[in-house]
């Protein structure tokens, strides 16, 4: 095939497939109308001109290869906070387009824990005020609704959003819409000690609150899980930090085993079946009595469950911390970066790079940056910014 015919089959095609994707010119609140105008048809266009210009050079079959590949960086996009400011941006940080401006008002502050993206990259959620909002994935309002805490607890099938309205003692369940669909409450003995937001079992037909209360949200009577479950925080145990694999067949965790805090005596990373069996135990303990022992925090998976990161420190004053990442089949540990207040993000969609953050001495964030999962490529994307994340791609783009 001629590339001339081969171009326009690809510019036709890709055109038309974001057209249809994209819809309307999105309405920027906060541009004025020629720059929303440009940047709409910079977004719209960058993606299929970059694979054209390949395709030209490689042909009909390479073009083919490529497409079908895995995705790269103009795919997905980047949310994150900036002083307040919440922004849309390319994978690399480039081209922010602010989505809210951080001052008073519905849907103006950005901020939350947890996933802002739906498992599906379809929308994105943060929390502002007393709500949670809800936009597309170009940035346009969707839909907002009342909810406290902190996390944004996404349901499996991206089409649900579970939060606190009153903290410990009712959740809400709302669909993108905006519409609230059930009001669930724990019952009487059924609230475990700390600060736990609502989880989605894997099946998004219940969710877990108050650290260990199943709630169907079907109205059925809710019910203590038992204490070999993951999602069970009896404060004799502390399991924390509780993170599934993408694909909801293996779950991790950490534990404590003497006191309440986040180091102690001993601690030990999990990787267990869905079910609570265990898999692979990583314990770190001091052997001569003291409190200098190290710890894991924000695990991250990757999009294939074959790996996971997190970060690991000591509690012995030191603001050092190092960004791991685990071999899951192999249990290889391997240390890819060390940065005070270091902390893993997310896996690129390819599951090729981390998104990670650092803070320093005082606990401020210094910048989002992106670096290889084997360490390698390290790259700073966003100065002073502490929170980000990459949009999700579903199975098969």
Not at 7 to 35: F, K, N, V
Not at 112 to 130: F, I, N, T
Request: with cysteine.
């Amino acid at each position: 095939m001629q590339t001339d015919e081969l171009e326009r089959q690809l510019r036709d095609a890709l055109r038309a497939t974001l057209d249809r994707e994209l819809g309307p010119d999105p309405t920027w609140a906060e541009s004025p109308a020629a720059q929303r105008a440009a940047e709409f048809d910079r977004r719209r266009r960058r993606w299929p001109l970059r694979v054209l210009a390949v395709a030209a050079l490689i042909g009909a079959g390479g073009a083919a290869a490529l497409l079908a590949g895995a995705p790269d960086s103009s795919q997905f996009q980047l949310a994150y906070e900036l002083d307040e400011h919440g922004y849309l941006a390319d994978a690399d940080g480039q081209n922010p387009v602010r989505i809210a401006d951080g001052d008073e008002g519905e849907c103006s502050g950005f901020g939350g824990e947890g996933p802002m993206w739906s498992p599906d990259g379809r929308y994105l959620a943060y929390r502002s005020g007393g709500g949670v909002c809800v936009r597309d994935a170009d940035g346009r309002p969707v839909a907002s609704f009342p909810g406290e805490g902190w996390r944004i607890s996404w349901s499996p099938d991206s089409t649900r959003v579970a939060t606190w309205l009153v903290f410990r003692e009712t959740v809400g369940i709302y669909g993108i819409d905006g519409d609230l669909q059930a009001v669930l409450s724990p019952p009487g003995g059924c609230v475990a000690f700390g600060d736990h937001d609502p989880i989605w079992s894997l099946d998004g037909r219940s969710v877990v609150a108050a650290g260990g209360c199943l709630m169907p949200i079907d109205g059925q009577r809710p019910r203590r899980l038992a204490m070999g479950d993951p999602r069970y925080w009896p404060s004799q145990f502390l399991h924390h930090h509780l993170g599934y694999s993408p694909d909801g067949t293996r779950v991790a965790y950490i534990t404590a085993s003497e006191a309440y805090e986040p180091y102690v005596r001993t601690t030990s990373l999990v990787i267990a079946d869905a079910d609570g069996t265990e898999l692979q135990v990583l314990t770190d303990r001091s052997d001569d009595g003291s409190d200098v022992v190290g710890g894991w925090h924000n695990l991250v998976w990757s999009p294939l469950g074959d790996r996971l990161a997190y970060t690991w420190s000591t509690n012995g004053g030191s603001p050092a911390a190092e960004l791991r990442v685990l071999d899951i089949s192999s249990g290889t540990e391997a240390t890819i970066a060390a940065e005070p207040g270091i902390r893993p993000l997310a896996f690129s969609p390819d599951g090729d790079r981390i998104l990670f953050t650092t803070r320093d001495v005082n606990g401020d964030p210094t910048g989002l940056w992106s670096i290889g999962a084997d360490g390698s490529d390290k790259q700073l994307l966003v100065r002073g910014s502490g929170r980000g994340e990459w949009q999700p791609l579903p199975p098969g783009s």
